[in-house]
T-cell receptor
Framework: DGGITQSPKYLFRKEGQNVTLSCEQN?????MYWYRQDPGQGLRLIYY???????QKGDIAEGYSVSREKKESFPLTVTSAQKNPTAFYLC???????????????FGPGTRLTVL | GNSVTQMEGPVTLSEEAFLTINCTYT??????LFWYVQYPGEGLQLLLK?????DKGSNKGFEATYRKETTSFHLEKGSVQVSDSAVYFC????????????FGQGTTLQVKP
């Protein structure tokens, strides 16, 4: 079955440490996205990538970094510069801008990051 | 700017009651509109969508109509079940080549037996 996987489901980090969240998709989608979700709030876009080896900042990119070396993978690093990293992180993908369904995003199950 | 506003939650209903969750938007251009559902501890699932004015999206008994004149996309269901308990997000995508979604803050629905 095609889909998006995120690992780990739960992640604990000490203050001052960088941590990398995994996101893999086998849907053959060109575009991938990272969102942050805080309690009682909607999703906020961190970074997105429309094609391999290219990515753009979203609305809250400070303290985060990404890479897109393979079509299937879009890892997110939460750096020590992120002042309030405890949140639920969601990865998504879409088929790509060339398709009429380009804006229909499919989501992974999420990673809950807690800073101790 | 572009934004989405949803009614405040939580919404608490008895099983088989009628559901309405209000969603209004502000957007430049001609957005596509979406409803996503999030069950506890999970990611989001696309529930339904509409891509132009007067389109009606429907899925699993849920419906929403794209109303350009009132800039609204209210979610409705005639008879809710306990299994519908979840958080519902309204979202829009502006007509561009980025595919970016703008989400409302979410509305929690609790259905009691």
């Amino acid at each position: 079955d095609g889909g998006i996987t995120q690992s780990p489901k739960y992640l604990f980090r000490k203050e001052g440490q960088n941590v990398t969240l995994s996101c893999e998709q086998n849907l053959n989608h060109d575009a991938m996205y990272w969102y942050r979700q805080d309690p009682g709030q909607g999703l906020r876009l961190i970074y997105y990538s429309q094609i391999v080896n290219d990515f753009q900042k979203g609305d809250i990119a400070e303290g985060y970094s990404v890479s897109r070396e393979k079509k299937e993978s879009f890892p997110l690093t939460v750096t020590s510069a992120q002042k309030n990293p405890t949140a639920f992180y969601l990865c998504a993908s879409s088929i790509g801008w060339a398709s009429p369904a380009y804006n229909e995003q499919f989501f992974g199950p999420g990673t809950r990051l807690t800073v101790l | 700017g572009n934004s989405v506003t949803q009614m405040e939650g939580p919404v608490t209903l008895s099983e088989e009651a009628f559901l309405t969750i209000n969603c209004t938007y502000t957007a430049t251009g001609y957005p596509s509109l979406f409803w996503y559902v999030q069950y506890p501890g999970e990611g989001l699932q696309l529930l339904l969508k509409a891509t132009k004015a007067d389109d009606k999206g429907s899925n699993k008994g849920f419906e929403a109509t794209y109303r350009k004149e009132t800039t609204s996309f209210h979610l409705e269901k005639g008879s809710v079940q306990v299994s519908d308990s979840a958080v519902y997000f309204c979202a829009l995508s502006i007509s561009s080549n980025t595919g970016k979604l703008i989400f409302g803050q979410g509305t929690t629905l609790q259905v009691k037996p």
